[in-house]
């Protein structure tokens, strides 16, 4: 199954902006947007943004997300070195009729 | 408290079978969408297998469809995967998750189980 496509890896430095990308195809993507999950090192993910475009209960207003087109987005303001992880996107593909992943992106703070 | 947590990891042969466990607590199971995602070893996540809320409808990924088999048992607060013929590419952490209102994600994790397939 063909999945999402994530940058490998990105770098900013502390107390900066990332804004890491997810990009899709009509059928997943652009069709209801993207989850976005966090992956620390060593612990099972965690979801930071919904597909509906809501942030659950307990996460940071630094975490952030948006979509156009086919790229999803996630934002994260103030990088903190506890921000260093992995990060997910994740979409329902319409067509596949299955849920498919991003490869993912490491986001080092410096 | 909302909680998953995962058993019936292991060892196995290649061409063996498994069952995995997946109890839920601290919401209501009987609402809500059950995945199973795993993890290769130092790779990403892969998307395995969900079960909608009453056990009707069922979606594979395609590297397991057709040996891996999801159920649930409402009565219990257990989803299920049940593994055959198992390769070394199913070698992996297998996470259960929740899925989030309307398939907005998947919104609660457990700790996973690790299976291995080896001779």
């Known amino acids: 199954q063909a999945g999402l496509t994530q940058p490998p890896s990105v770098s900013k430095g502390l107390r900066q902006t990332a804004t890491l990308t997810c990009t899709g195809n009509s059928n997943n993507v652009g069709d209801q947007g993207a989850a976005w999950l966090q992956q620390v090192q060593g612990h099972p993910p965690k979801l930071l943004w919904y597909r509906n475009n809501n942030r659950p209960s307990g996460i940071s207003e630094r975490f952030s997300a948006s979509r156009s087109g086919y790229t999803a987005s996630l934002t994260i303001t103030g990088l903190q070195p506890e921000d260093e992880a992995d990060y997910y996107c994740s979409a329902w593909d319409s067509s596949l009729s299955a849920w498919v992943f991003g490869g993912g992106t490491k986001l080092t703070v410096l | 408290q909302v909680q998953i947590v995962e058993s019936g990891g292991g060892i196995v042969q290649p061409g063996g079978s498994l069952r995995l466990s997946c109890v839920a607590s601290g919401f209501s199971f009987s609402d809500s969408g059950m995945h199973w995602v795993r993890q290769a070893p130092g790779k990403g996540l892969e998307w395995v297998a969900l079960i909608y809320y009453d056990g009707k409808n069922k979606y594979y990924g395609d590297s397991v469809k057709g040996r891996f088999t999801i159920s649930r048992d409402n009565s219990k607060n257990t989803v299920y995967l049940e593994m055959s013929r198992l390769i070394a590419e199913d070698t992996s952490t297998y996470y259960c998750?929740?899925?989030?209102?309307?398939?907005?994600?998947?919104?609660?994790w457990g700790q996973g189980t690790m299976v291995t397939v080896s001779s």
């Open positions: 998750a929740r899925e989030g209102a309307g398939g907005t994600g998947m919104d609660v």
